[in-house]
């Protein structure tokens, strides 16, 4: 395994990466609303991320079709975008995005609900995004990685949701995923010590329902098995010597 430290040059770009996604995010939400299709919505994610200079992580990464993983209700992860899938009321819709900005990657995903949502669903987005700030804290130098994957499960867990084990999180920085691998879901060993200079993409990706997933035909959606829902919050995050740094924060969350 071989986790790279992040020189003071290279985290400014790192920053700079997570500022511009995070301004992607916002200016993709808004425009999210029933009626419209994933592929519209992929192709003004595409624009925005182009507009800022940088160019869309995802898009041809392994064979990826598209520059955002748009995820309906029971899609986990990496859905598609398609002419043919119309957002309607009471969805749960994830955006999973990536930049490249100068040679430098941030990965972020957030789910919204459109319009009218379930109080389930409301609830299952609401503590997907706590469930990594309870691993946050343990995001700080001389801890283990797997404090951070133990907080967020014990959290997400004692809901009775499903924490997904199949997919997990990375190191990032000018490859899109590096070691470490960072899951989310209990670990028994302790996993590496954190450092400064380290850049982790931590994500949760928390089912309503079991936390069994499996692999659409097209070889890239991820579904519940049982058909439940799911939610996804990631950020991309700087290991410092004091508070970690979440660099991929919108304006209204660092509020
Ligand atoms: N956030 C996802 C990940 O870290 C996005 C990857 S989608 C891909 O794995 F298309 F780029 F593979
Ligand atoms: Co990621």
Redesign the pocket.
């Known amino acids: 395994m071989s986790v790279t430290i992040k020189s003071a040059r290279e985290i400014e770009l790192m920053r700079a990466a997570g500022k511009i996604l995070a301004k992607v995010h916002e200016n993709l939400a808004k425009e999210l609303k029933e009626g419209m299709t994933t592929l519209e919505i992929d192709r003004l994610g595409e624009e925005i991320i182009r507009s800022y200079g940088c160019t869309p992580?995802?898009k041809n990464?392994?064979g990826?079709p598209?520059s955002v993983?748009v995820s309906v209700n029971d899609e986990v992860?990496?859905g598609i975008p398609s002419k043919k899938r119309r957002i309607r009321e009471g969805d749960v819709v994830s955006f999973?995005i990536?930049v490249n900005y100068k040679g430098y990657h941030s990965?972020a995903?957030r789910t919204h609900g459109v319009g009218e949502i379930s109080e389930e669903a409301r609830l299952l987005i609401e503590r997907t995004r706590q469930s990594f700030f309870e691993g946050i804290k343990y995001a700080r130098e001389g801890n283990h990685l797997h404090d951070i994957s133990n907080a967020i499960a014990a959290y997400a867990e004692s809901f009775g949701y499903g924490v997904v084990r199949d997919?997990v999180?990375?190191g990032?920085g000018t490859r899109?995923?590096e070691d470490p691998q960072i899951p989310n879901y209990a670990q028994k060993s302790r996993g590496l010590r954190l450092r400064p200079g380290m850049t982790l993409?931590i994500?949760p990706m928390i089912n309503l329902g079991r936390f069994e997933v499996e692999w659409k035909s097209d070889n890239?959606t991820v579904v519940t098995q049982d058909g439940s829902i799911s939610a996804h919050y990631?950020n991309t995050v700087l290991i410092t010597s004091g508070e970690p740094e979440i660099l991929t924060l919108t304006t209204a969350e660092l509020q």
Do not use: K, P, R, T
């Open positions: 992580s995802f990464y392994n990826y598209a993983c992860v990496h999973d990536g990965d995903a997919l999180g990375h990032i899109l995923h993409a994500e890239w990631e």
